[in-house]
């Protein structure tokens, strides 16, 4: 039955016309929207931002950073790593040398003290120690700050006592311009020009120059010279010839065992050449 309806359909309907039921809506002109930005950018739209001051040098190039310090090198099981850590601290307390500083010396006089130094710097490289000494201890340094001898009169050694130290590029009085003689600038001067053999000349200087102890009951050299079979002692090294000086007796002995001569190294091995010849 339906099948027979919709061929009927088919048959009286006009050619070209749509099956489709027909409205009274009757479609509209499209509405124009109206364009916000009415012939304008963006950038006319949005208001401008001032710009910002220009910032100051945040770095300065004349300081380098520096670290922070770091943790100590010390494992935390060995006992001998904190043991030896703790020996250096307590010697840098007591006794505060700078890694800079070549040497260090100590006497009792301005004068040797500055002698010592003035014979070690001349055998170092040119410029490298200019010597000046500090008056450490006693009335040398009176007005300096230094810690003045009081009471020397009960010790066991009756003699005032000072102490002077020396360094290389480092003290209150220039050694070569206030407390060195002409007579050692020029014995320096010669060491410095011996052709022969300078070693041996800076030797006898600072046997001649040995700074002086602390306490003058210390104040001994050993010394001996060719014939004799014993050392003797003195208060101060003799300027005579040919004696030989030690700070020990036993290094003074031990030369006399050894003798005054000369003894060769060793024999040169025979030339080849010289056998073919």
């Not at 020397?152 to 311009?177: F, H, M, Y």
């Not at 300078?198 to 010279?225: A, G, N």
């Amino acid at each position: 039955m339906p099948l027979v309806l919709v061929a009927l359909v088919a048959v009286f309907a006009p050619a070209g016309a749509s099956l489709l039921r027909k409205t009274n809506v009757v479609p509209k002109q499209d509405a124009t929207i109206k364009n916000p930005m009415d012939g304008n950018t963006v950038g006319d739209m949005v208001p401008k931002v001032p710009k910002p001051e220009p910032e100051g040098q945040e770095f300065n190039r004349a300081y380098a950073p520096i670290s922070p310090l770091h943790r100590a090198d010390l494992s935390d099981t060995d006992a001998g790593e904190h043991t030896a850590d703790y020996q250096g601290y307590f010697a840098d307390y007591l006794d505060h040398m700078d890694a800079s500083t070549m040497r260090r010396f100590e006497s009792t006089t301005c004068e040797n003290v500055c002698a010592v130094c003035a014979i070690f710097a001349a055998q170092e490289e040119e410029g490298a120690c200019e010597c000046y000494s500090t008056c450490k201890f006693g009335e040398c340094g009176a007005g300096s700050g230094a810690m003045p001898h009081i009471g020397w009169s009960n010790n066991d050694v009756t003699a005032p006592r000072t102490l002077w130290e020396s360094q290389c590029n480092i003290g209150e009085k220039n050694c070569g311009a206030q407390c060195m003689s002409k007579e050692l600038k020029k014995q320096i001067k010669d060491c410095q020009d011996d052709a022969g053999s300078p070693i041996e000349c800076f030797k006898r200087l600072r046997q001649l120059h040995q700074p002086l102890p602390f306490d003058s009951r210390k104040q001994v050299h050993y010394c001996t010279r060719k014939g004799m079979s014993t050392c003797d002692s003195f208060m101060n090294v003799p300027t005579d010839n040919g004696w030989l000086c030690y700070q020990y007796e036993d290094k003074c002995k031990e030369k006399l065992a050894i003798g005054f001569k000369i003894y060769k190294s060793g024999w040169a091995a025979p030339s080849v050449w010289e056998s073919v010849r």
